[in-house]
């Protein structure tokens, strides 16, 4: 499924990708790799746009698997999300069923960022290039990527500054789509990064720790 067409066409006035993963360093164990299939189920069932799915091992005990194991019991489109820093990753991503790849500015110079771009498009996937910082919004501005995520958490000391957050936001051209991923506490949160221009939110770990991620996902659909 194309994960651009679906985000750019959401149900409702933006689009909301939902996480899943199993832990993280600020927050610990979330879950079991034999919970995705339900929360998936959830999550579609709550009416998101689409699903990120962390398949980072050490610090998010992800794993490819998991791709594939959404992919059997939904029919949304997923971007993995993972430290990727080699080429030949890209193709494994891929090979799992992933409609999307995360990549990290401050993890790739400007010639990896337009390499890995290019490699992911003819791996069929759409390139989500993600900025924590204002040094790389401003090259990947510059690069003229197409689907820009801001990232409120800094990937450095793992704090979160909403603020800057949406400063960032402000600062990319509207032709570009926008992504606000982090910090999602509440709808004013979204509210805020919608204001400043997002055009979808990825709400991650205030998801997970619900125990009514449905119900949840549609009260945060009605903004």
Avoid: H, W
């Avoid at 800057?164 to 949160?189: H, N, Q, T, W, Y």
Wanted: aromatic share 4%; with cysteine; charged share 30%.
């Amino acid at each position: 499924m194309n994960f651009l067409t679906k985000i750019s066409k959401p149900a409702g006035s933006f689009a909301l990708i939902a996480e899943i993963k199993l832990k993280s360093p600020t927050e610990g164990d979330l879950g079991t790799s034999s919970d995705v299939a339900e929360i998936a189920k959830q999550y579609q069932e709550g009416g998101v746009d689409a699903l990120s799915v962390v398949t980072e091992k050490n610090l998010f005990g992800g794993n490819l698997k998991l791709i594939q194991r959404i992919k059997k019991v939904g029919n949304l489109p997923i971007i993995c999300k993972d430290f990727v820093t080699d080429e030949r990753k890209l193709r494994e991503i891929a090979d799992a069923g992933a409609d999307a790849v995360l990549l990290l500015a401050r993890l790739l110079d400007d010639r990896q960022l337009k390499s890995f771009s290019q490699t992911a498009i003819k791996c069929k996937m759409l390139p989500v290039i993600e900025a924590d910082n204002l040094i790389d919004l401003k090259r990947m501005i510059t690069g003229k990527y197409p689907v820009v995520a801001v990232n409120a958490r800094n990937l450095g000391d793992l704090s979160v500054n909403r603020k800057r957050a949406c400063r960032m936001l402000e600062m990319i051209p509207e032709k570009v789509f926008k992504l606000a991923f982090s910090g999602v506490r509440d709808v004013r949160d979204i509210k805020n990064y919608l204001n400043c221009g997002a055009k979808g939110v990825l709400i991650g770990t205030t998801l997970m720790k619900s125990d009514k991620r449905s119900e949840l996902i549609r009260k945060f659909k009605k903004i």
